[in-house]
């Protein structure tokens, strides 16, 4: 059975840092691409960041050079460090793998940015 599991969430002042974590398992990690997306209330998820099985990544434009993703295979963890966060940034934020249709997500973290 797959499991993705979002750990590092909160509130956090404009401008701070967060560290999000998602430890997979069910899966070989080491081989798969790994996503982070967000949902904030009222909005559709939109992708935030990936990273390939081979450590090439992708961010979207309004995080790129504020997030930065990464990986840890011999943990199955893949992370998410947000830096100088924004109030917009505020959104649950989820892990994904997979192609459709053999997706996979965790629950999800709150990240709640006050200005």
């Known amino acids: 059975q797959v499991q993705l599991v979002e750990s590092g969430g909160g509130l956090v002042q404009a401008g701070g840092s967060l560290r999000l974590s998602c430890a997979g398992s069910g899966i070989i990690f080491s081989i798969r691409a790994m996503d982070w997306y967000r949902q904030a209330p009222g909005k559709q998820r939109e992708l935030v960041a990936g990273i390939t099985s081979g450590g090439s990544t992708n961010y979207a434009g309004s995080v790129k050079g504020r997030f930065t993703i990464s990986r840890d295979n011999a943990r199955n963890t893949v992370f998410l460090q947000m830096n100088s966060l924004k109030p917009e940034d505020t959104a649950v934020y989820y892990c994904?793998?997979?192609?459709?249709?053999?997706?996979?997500w965790g629950q999800g973290t709150q990240v709640t940015v006050s200005s």
């Open positions: 994904h793998t997979g192609v459709y249709p053999y997706t996979y």
